[in-house]
Nanobody, 122 residues
Framework: VQLEESGGGSVQTGGSLRLSCAASGFTVSSYSMAWFRQAPGKQREGVAIIDGNGGTRYAASVKGRFTISQDNAKNTLYLQMNSLKSEDTAMYYC?????????????????WGRGTQVTVSS
């Protein structure tokens, strides 16, 4: 099982990025998939989750700006990030849980990628 994130980078405030998470060894449509982020000196926090039924939830801080989606044919998870703010700067990780899960609790997730860095500057 492997998760590989890509798409991070440096962007100015108000800009957009799309993160991708390519999965191998399992089928994303059968898992609950989520994006987490961790800024220096802070705890890892959930950003968005798509459960095994396609339902989505977002952290309050990103709701209306970020969109989580997945392409089952490509076995890939995405995070479209718009109207980026400096406080969105963090390492972003995708994670997978083998079942139906709608809460973004890091300890519940079995598989993790290595992360991709997002830096937002003014």
């Amino acid at each position: 099982v492997q998760l590989e994130e890509s798409g991070g980078g440096s962007v100015q405030t108000g800009g957009s990025l799309r993160l991708s998470c390519a999965a191998s060894g399992f089928t994303v449509s059968s898992y609950s998939m989520a994006w987490f982020r961790q800024a220096p000196g802070k705890q890892r926090e959930g950003v968005a989750i798509i459960d095994g039924n396609g339902g989505t939830r977002y952290a309050a801080s990103v709701k209306g700006r970020f969109t989580i989606s997945q392409d089952n044919a490509k076995n890939t998870l995405y995070l479209q990030m718009n109207s980026l703010k400096s406080e969105d700067t963090a390492m972003y990780y995708c994670a997978a849980y083998a079942g139906l899960l709608s809460v973004m609790l890091p300890d519940w997730f079995t598989y993790w990628g290595r992360g991709t860095q997002v830096t937002v500057s003014s």
